[in-house]
Structure formats: structure tokens, C-alpha cells
């Protein structure tokens, strides 16, 4: 499967810890997004990475979250000191260029207790 | 503020029969229209997209109509099957970043057999 791959699919925490997800975009595509999404909600922006350089970040996300891409391949997206409005499904997306689709993985359910 | 609006958040169509699902933005610097597939579980896939240039694109049973004066776009599923069934969004991307999709709230589709 040469899609893109996010691990681990779900996790459930209690409030207060730090989790990190995992995403694996299609190889040969430099933009890698993250988006959140709620229940009967579409998907929200929060981060936007073309390489290793993270370009854009939602004026909305705390500052308890954090997302880097070392070496512009892979990329973690962690949430310190989690609370229950951070439960959500966290989806990563890759394209090829400027103005191409996005191709999401099927995302991380995260649900905090 | 929602830049993409959406509707309805849900429909019921007959096995054959026409869904419609429409969408409105504001921004005129949008330049690219996705509409994405959902189904429970997964992350959104690409189903069809347009640029304003066209105003309507056909792919198999699926075509979007683009309204560019009036800012409006919609999906028309033609014959529509239970296999539709899922929850279907808007997007849009600006050219002045590119960087960023709006996603609309999504519509619920139920293809009754």
C-alpha cells in the first residue's frame, strides 16, 4: 500500500498525559498537512509542512501542540498535557505540489478520559 | 467563520435516483473545488475535483457544477447506489497560499435500496 499511513489508529489516554501520533505520507509528496476533525464536522487545518519546514499553523491551536518533520519525510504530531475538547479524530494528509489534492490516511482516533 | 458552506447535513435518496449536494463560498481567491468521499472509519478520499475555468466536470456517475458568479458548486450523483452511502464534503483551496483547503460540514448520504 503506497498510500498514506498514520499509527497508531487509535488511542485513548487520560487527561494530562502527552501522546504523539505518526504519519507516513506517499513518498514522493513534500506537502504534508495535518487536519483535525470532530464528529459531524469537516475537517480542520492545524498544520501545514512543504519539506521539513513547517510553512503555516492554525492561528487556532494551542501551543500544547506541536508537529515536526524531520528530514521532510515522516512527521509526529504531539499533544502535551491532553484534555477532553483534544478528543477528535487527527488526520494527516500529503499532496504533490501547489494546488494538487489532498490524499488523507485513514487518521488517529484519539479519545481523552 | 465557515468559508465553505454546505448543504443539506443530510439525504435520503431512492436507489436510481439524483443526489444533489451544494456548497457556498465567499473567498474569490478559491481556485480549486475537491469534493471528498467518507466512509465510517476512514479518511476522506478524493472523488472529484474543478477549477474555475470549467463549469462542470464529468467523472462516471459523479459531475460537479461550478457557478463561479454566483460562488456556488455542487455535486450531482447520478443512479445513485447504496454503495454511496457515506458522508460527502466540499473544499476549497485559495491560490494566494495554496497551502490551506476549507472543508464544508459534510452531508450524510443514504442511498436507500
Known amino acids: 500500500d503506497t498510500g498514506v499511513s498514520q499509527d497508531p489508529r487509535h488511542k485513548i489516554t487520560k487527561r494530562g498525559q502527552n501522546v504523539t501520533f505518526r504519519c507516513d505520507p506517499i513518498s514522493e509528496h513534500n506537502r504534508l498537512y495535518w487536519y483535525r476533525q470532530t464528529l459531524g464536522q469537516g475537517p480542520e487545518f492545524l498544520t501545514y509542512f512543504q519539506n521539513e519546514a513547517q510553512l503555516e499553523k492554525s492561528r487556532l491551536l494551542s501551543d500544547r501542540f506541536s508537529a515536526e518533520r524531520p528530514k521532510g519525510s515522516f512527521s509526529t504530531l504531539e499533544i502535551q498535557r491532553t484534555e477532553q475538547g483534544d478528543s477528535a479524530m487527527y488526520l494527516c494528509?500529503?499532496?504533490?505540489?501547489?494546488?494538487?489534492?489532498?490524499?488523507f490516511g485513514n487518521g488517529t482516533r484519539l479519545t481523552v478520559t | 467563520q465557515q468559508q465553505v458552506k454546505q448543504s443539506p447535513q443530510s439525504l435520503i435518496v431512492q436507489k436510481g435516483g439524483i443526489s444533489i449536494i451544494n456548497c457556498a463560498y465567499e473567498?474569490?481567491?478559491?481556485?480549486?473545488f475537491p469534493w471528498y468521499q467518507q466512509f465510517p472509519g476512514k479518511g476522506p478520499a478524493l472523488l472529484i475535483a474543478i477549477r474555475p475555468d470549467v463549469s462542470e466536470k464529468k467523472e462516471g456517475r459523479f459531475t460537479i457544477s461550478f457557478n463561479k458568479s454566483a460562488k456556488q458548486f455542487s455535486l450531482h450523483i447520478m443512479d445513485s447506489q447504496p454503495g454511496d452511502s457515506a458522508t460527502y464534503f466540499c473544499a476549497a483551496s485559495p491560490s494566494n497560499t495554496g497551502n490551506q483547503f476549507y472543508f464544508g460540514t459534510g452531508t450524510s448520504l443514504t442511498v436507500i435500496p
Open positions: 494528509a500529503s499532496s504533490l505540489s501547489y494546488n494538487s489534492p489532498l490524499h
Open positions: 473567498n474569490t481567491a478559491f481556485d480549486y
